[in-house]
């Protein structure tokens, strides 16, 4: 029976509604994202200021696209938001194009993962080389941490650079100003962090500090910057804006807005599938990737930074019970509660417990033993890894994607050249199932085996190979049973090939053709050229054929 082919966009809550499969966890789904609420807040505002933006607009993200995530998606528990991996690229932005420039590339690349969505996409996204997403996120880990440290020390810069080297040479340059208050929040903040999950699982460690360093800091009145001091009460802005945009200009914020759309359904599906490992489900990655769309449209006009699926929030919403997306749409609505009345008090917030929280989010997005466990791997995964890691620390996120992309796929095409038979069979030199099988093969019949995909990538090494011995041979049979797929390459190869074979007389027989490859041989000419007869879909009626034709020289 023919299996039913999943819809393009099918958000996984209207499956649960329509089937009933929400009312059996309800309750640990509310409860679930109660708790993933208030882990969302210290995170929202501290990714919001690391990007360069206010603190709101990091909760109005976390609130608007973490409920269209869960609303629309095609995971049952995934959590959406602002996350680390955003801080540089909205930071760069920003500073290229301003803040309108950062809302219409957001816009721009909810658009184009809709587009990757409905062109059912989110399968060949799922597979990006796992160095690549290792070398940037670790590189993405010390870039978070570098950006933190003037906050960390409470320095008094003169200037704060992007550049890596510039940013660090500024800080030693000024390790004289440090404020030794912000400097012990920090430190306090981290160690609160880390180890109150010890003692109280619930409540998430961020928030304790936040609240333990806050109401610190307002009743002994240390003498430390604040989030009150750099941008004032924090207010929620439900209105729309929408910004002016000439169709002119629209070409420069295509690289940006790609950067966003590449990496946002990359760590969006990277969380699904994380998350189906820990419930035992399978999520909809076209549907996935479209509900993010949506969510990155919508959340910008709203004073919105982009969002994605987000790995820690979504693991501590399974670790908590939650199962389905009502537990996502609860965290958004107990975010907008919690902000709507007690908002005013997150102006008192220490920018250094900001810094201590992002420093921990840098630590463990580090993933320094995975790092170090690549490391050991082949030198085509290394080369991918440290390529993509230095690029990102010291030059641009969207150039080590775009570099890292472009050296796995060199990489690829490499070993799948290396992986062509280098020799040809005949005779007494075939493989074992044909001598077992064919006790009588004519010396002047060759056989040949095409293993694997063939496309531009190996086309080049299979047809020098059939080239400089086929010659040798009155026939020439080219084994392709395990060929799932040609490219217009590797044909165009091989019909100049068999030119020049003809040419010297050798015949070509072509055997284990499945019905897609043929269909692809003979509307690109190898048919004309050997004949349509002489394409065989199985080994022995090559055979046959090729000991008649030397019969009958």
Known sequence: MKQKRERVFEPVFFSLLKQGGLRANFSKDILAGIVVGIVAIPLAIAFAVAS?????????????????????????????????????????????????????STVMAGLMLMAFGFMRLGTFLKFI????????????????????????????????????????????????????????????????????????????????????????????????????????????????????????????????????????????????????????????????LIGQGIANVVAPLFGGIPATGAIARTATNIKNGGRTPVAGMTHAVVLLLIMLFFGKWAALIPMSCLAGILIVVAYNMSEW????????????????????????VLVDLTVALEIGIVLASLMFMKRMADNAPKEIMSGSNVDQDILDNYQDIPATVGIYEISGPFFFG?????????????VKYQILIIR??????????????????????????????????????????????????????????KFDLALYAARDYVTNL
């Open 458 to 470: 190996s086309a080049k090494t299979y047809c020098q190979t059939i080239r400089s011995m086929g």
């Open 129 to 288: 080389p796992h160095p690549l997403i290792v070398g940037f996120t670790s590189g993405i880990a010390i870039v978070i941490f570098s950006t933190q440290i003037a906050n960390a020390l409470g320095l008094t810069l003169p200037e704060n650079p992007s550049a890596f080297i510039d940013k660090w040479s500024v800080y030693f340059q000024n390790m004289d100003t440090i404020n030794w208050w912000a400097t012990g929040i920090t430190i306090a903040t981290i160690l609160i962090s880390i180890f109150s999950t010890k003692f109280i699982k619930v409540i998430p460690g961020s928030f304790i500090a936040i609240i333990v360093m806050t109401v610190l800091t307002a009743l002994c009145e240390l003498p430390v910057t604040t989030i009150g001091t750099l941008y004032g009460e924090i207010k929620l802005n439900f209105a729309p804006t929408f910004p002016s945009v000439e169709l002119g200009q629209l070409g420069s914020y295509l690289q940006p807005a790609f950067t966003i759309a590449i990496l946002g359904a990359i760590e969006s599906l990277l969380s699904a599938v994380v998350a189906d490992g820990m419930i035992g489900s399978q999520h909809r990655s076209n549907t996935e």
């Open 52 to 104: 360069g933006v206010s603190p709101e607009k990091g909760v109005m993200t976390a609130i608007i696209a973490g409920f269209i995530v869960s609303f629309l998606g095609g995971s049952r528990v995934q959590i959406g938001g602002p996350t680390g991996a955003f801080i540089i690229i909205v930071y760069g932005i920003i500073n290229d194009y301003g803040l309108e420039g950062m809302i219409i």
């Open 480 to 537: 392709m049973r395990h060929v799932p797929f040609v490219d217009t390459t590797a044909i165009k190869n091989l019909r100049e090939t068999i030119n020049q074979l003809q040419a010297a007389g050798t015949k070509i027989v072509l055997s284990g053709v499945n019905d897609k490859v043929r269909k692809d041989l003979i509307r690109f000419g190898i048919g004309a050229q050997i004949g349509e007869d002489a394409i065989y879909p």
């Open 369 to 392: 033993r995975t790092f170090r466990s690549v490391l050991r791997a082949s030198y085509f995964d290394v080369i991918i890894l440290l390529a993509t890691f230095f690029i990102t």
